[in-house]
């Protein structure tokens, strides 16, 4: 086994360790509950419509009206307000966390790396 076949065996080893943490097992939760909430995802959805349609309108030097802009006010309003969207939201910025960390000691393995005296087989 050469060394990018060790190295990918060990991604993968973390990957099923992180699969286990419950910072994943909540982030699964949140996003199945709110795929599971017809009223959020419709909400969602209409959100994401209306964004994609006003950045389209300004995009092509056209601004949008008051109603637009009001629709999308309130739409966001709602969606914040979801406490669906909230768990997933939070639930996704502590994932996010410890993928930083993730990444964090990954660089801190990569500058050992570059100082360590030891000449690895190629």
Do not use: H
């Not at 993968?12 to 959020?40: K, M, N």
């Amino acid at each position: 086994m050469d060394e990018r076949d060790r190295m990918l065996e060990k991604a993968q080893e973390v990957g099923r360790i992180i699969s286990q943490l419950p910072e994943y097992a909540y982030l699964r939760a949140a996003r199945r509950e709110i795929d599971e909430d017809r009223d959020a995802t419709e909400l969602l959805n209409r959100l994401r419509d209306l964004q994609s349609t006003l950045m389209e309108a300004v995009g092509r030097g056209e601004q949008p009206s008051e109603a637009q802009e009001r629709e999308f006010a309130e739409l966001q309003e709602k969606v914040q307000t979801n406490t669906r969207y909230q768990a997933l939201i939070s639930s996704q910025a502590n994932f996010e966390k410890l993928m930083e960390r993730v990444d964090r000691a990954i660089g801190e393995g990569v500058r050992k790396g570059e100082e360590s005296r030891i000449i690895l087989p190629t």
